[in-house]
């Protein structure tokens, strides 16, 4: 480790070289992770919201919060853009301005580096439990607010000076449903010779073998994408600065851009619906706000009530990428949310809800949506749905695609859109509040499809 004569992107390219194991038992972690779903006998049901627990409805301002004063709060946002297809609107919002930490452990064995995973279960998750950092806590969540057990191998996350840390950056997370909301991402290496005890339901794997899972729907959570994606994956580049003219590109878009938002009592939100059991907008698209009843196992806490966000259908991400010179370039799009910090984050070319621009104006809908959902199977070079963050969102999902558009095609995208190397967009991520969780997920796919230089 100190001194360690080979350059981390070496190693990185060795790891996602490798596709099996000795660690791992099974030799596939989906059996493995099959194994765990067949025992695992948590659920979540939603109820009203009168049945939450230690949750309730504020009697001034009607937003919705713990009694503890932790976790988050369902409040509203008032928000103008100025020369947006849609200029004004009003909506819910998750407000949650503690960090949390999510942190995977690293190790070499045997030549090879190793990430330490976690299989586990979130009350949002679709198809069962999902691949998870090794920490992936709140700070309500590691400071015991719920008085459930310690969290499992968090010292390592906040002792790193003890270790060699290859990633530490906070990074944003959904901007459409939280507020400026951004968690420590982290990547902590720990010698070879010290011993790392394995807990039930955690397991080492090479990046080879996360590249492999995250080609199935699923299987990898939204949290463990982020921090894989901040890793100084070796992309092939071309021999100009990645990052050329890309920061002040964002800089003047951020500059011209006009965003003003307010926060509003969740009582005042004109369009939204409130019932016993769910706060929805009047046209039935968008999301819902409704609530829900946790059995958990495995968990620090066995059992809670907690609100929950449900998007009405499910989304669509993608990246259009194009080789030039010889290295893939992908087309991001500066995209503004309402929850983002500062004004806009770069997204995916296509990010949204096909089902919601059935409510708003034509010229609403992203321009590139319909070459995406008509692309010819022989272009699409990714395809998978992948769920969003369960702790907070019930049932989300959106599918993943990559798709190789054909020599000459779309060589100005227009103002809003850029062509540029992935190596440019990891060196953003070592930076806050650059490049959003939708695209951070597909830097993380496009490591599986795109071989990484040894140099």
Request: hydrophobic share 40%.
């Amino acid at each position: 480790m100190p001194g360690d004569p080979r350059p981390l992107c070496q190693r990185l390219a060795r790891s996602a070289a490798v596709r099996e194991s000795p660690l791992t038992s099974p030799a596939d972690p989906r059996d493995w992770l099959g194994e765990l779903a067949a025992a695992d006998g948590s659920r979540a049901v939603p109820i009203p919201f009168a049945k939450l627990r230690r949750w309730g409805f504020h009697p001034g301002t009607g937003d919705l919060a713990h009694d503890s004063g932790g976790f988050f709060t369902v409040t509203a946002l008032d928000v103008r853009v100025a020369h947006g297809p849609v200029e004004h609107w009003s909506q819910p919002i998750l407000d949650q301005p503690e960090v949390g930490i999510l942190g995977i452990l690293a190790q070499e064995f045997a030549g090879v580096l190793h990430f330490l995973l976690q299989v586990k279960w979130e009350p949002g998750n679709c198809d069962g439990p999902q691949l998870s950092p090794t920490v992936q806590a709140t700070r309500s969540n590691y400071t015991r607010v719920h008085g459930g057990r310690a969290v499992p191998y968090l010292h390592y996350f906040r002792q790193g000076a003890r270790h060699r840390t290859h990633v530490d950056v906070r990074q944003s997370e959904q901007g459409s449903w939280f507020y400026r909301k951004c968690n420590r991402n982290m990547i902590v290496e720990v010698d070879a010779a010290e011993d790392v005890e394995v807990l039930d339901g955690f397991r080492w794997l090479t990046l080879g073998q996360l590249h492999r899972l995250l080609s199935h729907d699923n299987l990898v959570n939204m949290d463990a994408r982020s921090v894989l994606a901040c890793l100084p994956f070796p992309f092939p580049r071309t021999g100009v600065d990645p990052q050329e003219g890309i920061l002040s590109w964002i800089t003047e878009v951020r500059s011209r851009q006009q965003v003003l938002t307010r926060r509003v009592p969740l009582t005042d939100v004109p369009g939204w619906r409130h019932t016993g059991e769910h706060i929805a907008h009047e046209s039935g698209g968008f999301f819902r706000v409704m609530a829900v009843d946790v059995r958990a196992r495995g968990r620090e806490v066995r059992g809670w009530t907690q609100p929950m966000i449900q998007p009405v259908g499910s989304g669509v991400s993608a990246l259009l990428v194009r080789r030039r010179f010889g290295v893939v370039q992908a087309l991001f799009s500066a995209r503004v949310e309402a929850g983002c910090a500062d004004v806009l984050e770069l997204a995916p070319t296509v990010q949204c809800a096909p089902r919601n621009y059935l409510c708003l104006p034509p010229e609403a809908r992203p321009l590139f949506l319909d070459r995406v959902l008509r692309a010819p199977a022989e272009r699409i070079v990714f395809d998978t749905v992948l769920s969003e963050e369960g702790g907070r969102f019930y049932h989300a999902r959106n599918r993943y695609m990559i798709i190789e558009v054909a020599p000459g095609e779309l060589q100005d995208p227009g103002p809003g859109h850029r062509w540029i190397e992935p190596a440019g967009i990891t060196a953003l991520m070592r930076h806050s509040h650059y490049v959003n969780v939708e695209a951070r997920t597909l830097m993380a796919c496009l490591q599986t499809v795109v071989a990484p230089s040894s140099s």
